[in-house]
């Protein structure tokens, strides 16, 4: 029997070692920081056996930049409401390097609250992300399934973990920060292209039009080989600009797909204007490259104009694929206006923009403002 046991608890061992493998080796595998999260939440969920899983990154200013779920599903995380502030045990961890389990996380002193919708949970294991003696991230188990409480072997296992984790999320950051300044060096040429070729082009159009104008009345034969000449200056530099204009589509977009793009576009807002930004996606899967793009510069100005025009105190940003449709949703809460305005359209100039995007998508696209807000929102086949 003592030998049947030690085989028993060997062969456990293995396996536990080997979904540590596993993870882990998923990780090295991933260069974005959002997939790396959420493979990190899952893997904790997983290993230890906990009904619920967490795993937050603070903004630094009382707030949650990133709040990862293992075990909920959508429609219960749009219940809960917004993501968490960071106080009581979820703020503990984040302030302190030692890991925390109990038994009831109801009877800790400070343990505060839950949202209505929120489930009601009992044990519960805390394990700070430590990097470079800085808290980045803390993972959050609650449930243990078949258990009353996380064991002494679960927290080591999360520990373990959070070691990986802490060197995966910086060298995913590290990668993404090289490839943002990538980008900038792109666009840097990119503009030189447009002075260098695109804007010679159109000085020379200028002259040759000017050319034209006089000899209109001395030799109109001459004027019009001047204004054919015009015609094919102006149609190569628009050629020229097509495919400028292409080069400039996110890098990300080609190689990340439209959601991840599309969420690290609504962070860096996010950070830049101060304003709360929301981005949800469901069932969403890569998409044809021009349906992706076009959808993507449709995202852009719907948000574009939230931030520049609305004062909006939140804007929400849904994507998702239903009955063979894209849909996208721009929400916000500021001051509404008259999508048929021309005074309104000639400040909101994206408007124009957006419609001829939703044209050639064979899309609908539906602007419904009020005083309470304004939503724009995309319907765009698959095919």
Request: hydrophobic share 45%; net charge negative; aromatic share 4%.
């Amino acid at each position: 029997m003592a030998q049947l046991s030690g085989a028993s608890e060997a062969g456990s061992d293995n396996s536990l070692l080997k979904a540590m493998s596993d993870a882990v080796l998923a990780m090295a595998a991933e260069l974005r920081v959002d997939s790396i999260l959420q493979r990190l939440v899952e893997s904790a969920r997983a290993l230890v056996q906990a009904k619920y899983a967490a795993l937050g990154i603070p903004d630094g200013e009382g707030g949650f930049a990133q709040f990862i779920t293992s075990g909920m599903s959508d429609d219960l995380m749009r219940a809960i409401g917004p993501l968490p502030r960071t106080h009581g045990l979820l703020a503990a961890m984040l302030s302190e390097t030692a890991p925390f389990r109990t038994r009831d996380i109801r009877k800790d002193p400070r343990f505060e609250w839950w949202p209505a919708a929120h489930p009601r949970m009992k044990s519960f294991l805390g394990v700070p992300i430590v990097a470079k003696g800085q808290v980045i991230a803390a993972f959050y188990l609650t449930d243990k399934i078949g258990l009353d409480e996380f064991t002494e072997d679960d927290q080591s296992i999360i520990e373990m973990l959070a070691a990986h984790a802490a060197i995966a999320i910086e060298n995913a950051r590290l990668f993404e920060r090289s490839r943002e300044l990538s980008v900038v060096e792109e666009r840097n040429r990119l503009a030189r292209e447009l002075h260098d070729s695109v804007s010679q082009t159109l000085f020379s159009i200028s002259l040759m039009a000017d050319a034209a104008a006089t000899l209109v009345d001395k030799d109109p034969q001459q004027a019009r080989a001047r204004l054919q000449s015009v015609r094919d200056v102006a149609s190569a530099a628009v050629e020229e600009m097509r495919s400028l204009i292409f080069e400039l589509r996110p890098a990300e977009l080609d190689a990340d797909g439209l959601a991840p793009t599309l969420r690290k576009h609504v962070d860096v807002l996010r950070r830049v204007h101060r304003t709360p930004i929301e981005f949800s996606e469901s069932e969403y899967r890569r998409l044809a490259p021009r349906i992706e793009a076009e959808v993507f510069r449709i995202a852009q100005e719907a948000l574009n104009n939230a931030l520049k025009h609305s004062g909006a105190e939140r804007i929400d940003v849904r994507l998702a694929v239903v009955d063979g449709k894209v849909t996208l949703l721009v929400a916000d809460d500021g001051k509404g206006f008259d999508p048929s305005d021309a005074q309104a359209r000639s400040t909101r100039l994206g408007i124009t923009s957006m419609e001829e995007r939703a044209d050639a998508l064979g899309a609908e696209l539906r602007i419904e403002s009020s005083e309470t807000g304004t939503r724009v929102q995309l319907e765009a086949p698959l095919e």
